[in-house]
């Protein structure tokens, strides 16, 4: 069973593999590449400045991905522990910083587009409004306490 189980895993991984190269190279360039995306704009003309960048670096961003999947795999010697980390990480970010910050964005009315605030939609009082930010914040030194904590962890073990 146990084989079964391993071979299921390893028909998993080489899938998903080829599958995530595009949005890897598609990531990378907007990081690496974010002054030139920005100055194009958005919409049609961002997406063909992306294409542009994509074709120009593309064996070498195909290659460095590839050296550094590889070096992963010969750096971990075992691929449990590899997602073990990424679990550990991967949920704190989940659980606890990503809802918070979607709590102070909420609090701020960033979501909303030309009222004055969370208050003007359902006519909340400002102290809600403040309960909820620090309620956030609370939970977001949580998470990033536990994101710390996770990675501590893994560096001392």
């Excluded at 918070?100 to 979501?111: V, W």
């Excluded at 605030?117 to 309620?135: H, P, R, T, V, Y």
């Excluded at 977001?140 to 001392?156: E, K, P, S």
Aim: aromatic share 6%.
């Amino acid at each position: 069973m146990s084989v079964i189980v391993r071979g299921g895993f390893l028909v998993s991984l080489l899938g998903s593999f080829a599958l995530l190269m595009f949005p890897l190279r598609t990531c990378l360039i907007e990081l690496l590449w974010n002054k030139q995306l920005s100055a194009a704009g958005s919409g049609p003309a961002k997406a063909a400045v992306t294409a542009e960048l994509e074709s120009k670096h593309y064996t070498v961003l195909t290659y460095g991905i590839l050296a550094s999947t590889v070096a992963t795999a010969v750096l971990v010697p075992d691929i449990w522990a590899a997602l073990s980390i990424v679990g550990d990480l991967a949920s704190t970010v989940q659980a606890f910083v990503v809802p918070a910050l979607i709590g102070l964005a909420l609090a701020a009315g960033k979501h909303l587009q030309g009222a004055k605030g969370a208050a003007a939609l359902d006519g909340s009082s400002s102290s809600n409004a403040g309960m909820q930010k620090l309620m956030s914040v609370i939970v977001l030194a949580m998470g990033v306490t536990l994101f710390g904590n996770g990675i501590l962890q893994r560096v001392l073990a």
